[in-house]
């Protein structure tokens, strides 16, 4: 059956912007949109948009724009019998093969859509509970606990069924103020945010939330276009302090396949291991990598790297001359103790190392939250808006693979909020900023926005289109130099490029 190559909800705008890139030839755009629109023997099956970007950026030309996002499949993949991988780790450690656990991701629940395309209006109770939240958030900061415990106990006499995201939300505060007041008898989450559970529990989120994974993909696009300047070189090489979201290098694995079929090309990937992602771990995912990559036909090298911050340099970090080499700081900034903390401030240290590598390009993502060095009550306030607004994406049945998934990640996300109200000094790793503050602290280390170009807003808003989001509330934008992803006016992350 012969199928339409334009979504019926896609804009005028948005279809020149995409034709714009391609080339000004749609039959690329259709011939991608047909090829990737289609699961099994189902012609209903919706796009996946990240498909479709992903194979529209195959057919660019070498000097144009480029865009990659995620594939969901990677069955097309032809195995060249020329294809040469390396996976390396530093230090003699030998490289453990094991096939990657999560190359085919499930396709996901598509649920009906929810019939407000507005938040759902906050009721009295919500609305009381939260303004008592407050209260008892400033009683404790103005050291009057008794009168904080009293409140917390009167909510807690109240059922509360937990079911919709504010039921939830207000569950997790009370227990987040219960551990400020009562530390010993209500523990707070601090080692449990580096176990293998809450690794596996923010990879979720990643998965789940099309704010988060946008930033990512947001990310790749950053990349993609500096190595686009640079054409004298065929090597990529991506430095990344902290894989959080494993699927970004498979996508940006996927796009650079399509884009440089036929040529040689190496594409190297530096992962430093820490506590929470551990040697072991990082060797499975590259052994994972370096299969696609086989497939794809182009050269892989996986290094693993174990080092001080004030060991990190071009040599240690394996970086050559002839590279375009990028650094990859999604979501770890935030987790890294500043000022406030350490006279250190590896925060501040990290970015003058990654500066003195000379790197073509950095990426930033990070949730948007003032959650750092606001005063208390103010941070609870942030807390309550930021994650009733992440929690409501969920409930609006976006990328909902299954509820075991979504149970997981709201588990990671009350550790989460619990650790980033109860817990002080070192102890509370949950440290988010804003990216006013973001952009004042990578101006301090030498760096400079660098746009991530004039389409980048439109076509990310086609990828929103196109994975299931149908509702005004879910919005990205282009804003002080930033990609902004929001839900219902309230911004969740934003993604940055840095030269």
């Known amino acids: 059956m012969e199928r339409s190559a334009w979504p019926k909800n896609l804009s005028s705008s948005r279809k020149r912007a995409i034709q714009e890139l391609c080339g000004q030839n749609p039959k690329k755009l259709r011939d991608a ?79 009906s859509p929810i019939e407000s395309v507005k938040p759902p209006i906050r009721g ?100 993609l276009e500096a190595a686009s300047e640079q054409p004298s070189t065929n090597k990529l090489h991506v430095i990344d302090f902290d894989i959080g979201w494993e699927r970004q290098y498979i996508d940006l694995l996927y796009a650079l ?30 052994d994972g990598l370096s299969d696609l990559a086989a497939r794809s036909g182009f050269r892989l090298v996986f290094n693993i790297v174990r080092q001080k911050l004030s060991e990190l340099s071009r040599d240690s970090l394996g970086c050559e001359p002839d590279e375009m080499l990028a650094v990859n700081l999604a979501f770890k900034l935030y987790r890294m103790p500043d000022e406030s903390v350490s006279v250190e401030n590896p925060r501040n240290e990290l970015l003058r190392r990654v500066k003195g590598l000379a790197p073509r390009v950095v990426t930033l993502v990070e949730q948007e939250m003032n959650g750092n060095m606001a ?35 709201e588990e990671g996300l009350s550790r989460k909020l619990v650790n980033l109200v109860a817990c002080e000094g070192r102890d509370r790793v949950e440290r988010c900023e804003v990216f006013g503050k973001w952009r004042a ?47 219902g006016g309230r911004t969740l992350t934003v993604a940055s490029a840095w030269r």
């Not at 430093?272 to 990082?282: G, V, W």
């Not at 930021?386 to 979504?406: C, G, I, K, M, V």
Request: net charge neutral.
């Open 33 to 111: 949109f047909d090829a990737q629109s289609q699961t099994g023997d189902d012609p209903r099956q919706p796009l996946f948009a990240g498909d479709l970007i992903v194979s529209v950026l195959g057919s660019f030309s070498s000097n144009t724009q480029s865009l990659s996002s995620g594939a969901e499949s990677y069955e097309g993949f032809q195995v060249p019998s020329n294809a040469f991988v390396s996976s390396e780790v530093s230090e003699g450690s030998e490289s453990i093969m094991s096939p990657l656990e999560s190359v085919k991701t499930p396709v996901p629940v598509r649920r």
């Open 124 to 223: 009295s109770f919500s609305i009381k509970s939260e303004q008592s939240l407050v209260k008892a958030a400033t009683a404790i900061y103005e050291g009057r606990v008794d009168v904080a415990s009293e409140i917390l106990r009167r909510l807690s006499a109240v059922p509360n069924p937990m079911r919709t995201s504010k039921q939830k939300l207000i569950g997790y505060m009370i227990s987040a103020l219960e551990s400020r007041v009562s530390p010993v008898d209500y523990p707070p989450p601090v080692t449990e945010l580096f176990t293998e559970e809450h690794v596996s529990s923010v990879r979720s989120l990643y998965d789940l939330s099309p704010s988060f994974r946008g930033g990512c993909i947001a990310a790749n696009i950053a990349i």
């Open 257 to 286: 396949s399509l884009r440089q079929a036929g040529n040689q090309f190496t594409l190297k990937i530096t992962a430093l291991a820490d506590s929470l992602y551990p040697e072991k771990r990082l060797r499975m995912f590259g």
């Open 375 to 409: 005063p208390f009550p103010m941070r609870v306030g942030e807390a309550l808006a930021y994650y009733e607004a992440l929690l409501e994406t969920f409930d609006s049945n976006f990328f909902r693979y299954n509820s075991e998934r979504a149970t997981r990640a």
């Open 441 to 487: 602290r990578m101006g301090m280390a030498g760096f400079k926005l660098k746009p991530l170009g004039p389409h980048v807003d439109e076509l990310m808003k086609v990828w929103f289109g196109w994975c299931g989001s149908r509702q005004p509330s879910h919005t990205v934008k282009e804003e002080n130099g930033g990609v902004c992803f929001s839900w």
